[in-house]
């Protein structure tokens, strides 16, 4: 486990309220985190393939090199995220691009940026209300204690909302084009018809918000 976060009361919107007299409880998750070939990742990979397929009839084979699993109180798993470091090599997103993600970051940030600077995240899966949002805590912490500068994702507008509860502002870098893929997208069953756009956001900005 890397980290426990308690979501404040009310949070995880749309919990019935408490009876009244009792003030409601702050929701917590553990968060764990699983290398290439760790053992109990497979069992997370698992989580996230299922999540994608029951959402949008997807076939998800491919994983971020790091992967990040939330559980709650049960022991369950109800939030799951991924992330590759941009200086290990190419990242997913990058299909959707013109050019290298440093050079699309640069573009927009108006000044020269870094590949090592650059982490991708992707494989976000949640099913629990305020689960999701705990994860982009926890993650945010994370890679900002890395040193981590940028971060780049594949957003829904379900995702985009998640940042904004958390008064997060997340920038568009690119539309997210099925058809740049090698398999034009064919495995993604309906996720595309979200029309998901390729996003940045500053992590020092992130984690500033967050602490």
């Known amino acids: 486990m890397i980290d426990t976060i308690a979501l404040p009361a009310g949070a995880a919107a749309r919990a019935p309220a408490p009876p009244p007299g009792r003030a409601r409880r702050a929701t917590r998750f553990a968060v764990e985190r699983y290398g290439p070939g760790q053992e109990g990742r497979r069992e997370l990979e698992a989580f996230i393939a299922a999540s994608f397929r029951d959402a949008y009839g997807a076939e998800v084979s491919h994983f971020c090199d790091v992967l990040l699993g939330c559980r709650d109180g049960h022991g369950r798993w109800v939030a799951a995220l991924g992330y590759s470091l941009a200086a290990d090599g190419p990242v997913f997103l990058e299909q959707y691009l013109d050019t290298p993600i440093e050079s699309a970051l640069g573009g927009r940030a108006g000044a020269p940026v870094a590949r090592a600077d650059i982490v991708e995240v992707g494989n976000l899966a949640s099913g629990h209300?305020?689960?999701?949002?705990?994860?982009?805590?926890?993650?945010?912490?994370?890679?900002?204690?890395?040193?981590?500068?940028w971060v780049a994702f594949t957003a829904t507008v379900s995702l985009l909302n998640?940042?904004?509860?958390?008064?997060?502002?997340?920038?568009?870098?690119a539309p997210a084009d099925p058809a740049r893929l090698a398999d034009a997208g064919r495995r993604w069953g309906s996720y595309y018809d979200t029309q998901p756009k390729v996003m940045f956001g500053d992590i020092r900005y992130g984690y500033a918000q967050l602490t």
């Open 129 to 149: 209300p305020g689960a999701a949002r705990a994860l982009i805590v926890s993650t945010t912490r994370h890679l900002h204690a890395q040193g981590l500068r």
């Open 162 to 173: 998640s940042f904004t509860r958390l008064r997060l502002q997340p920038q568009v870098l």
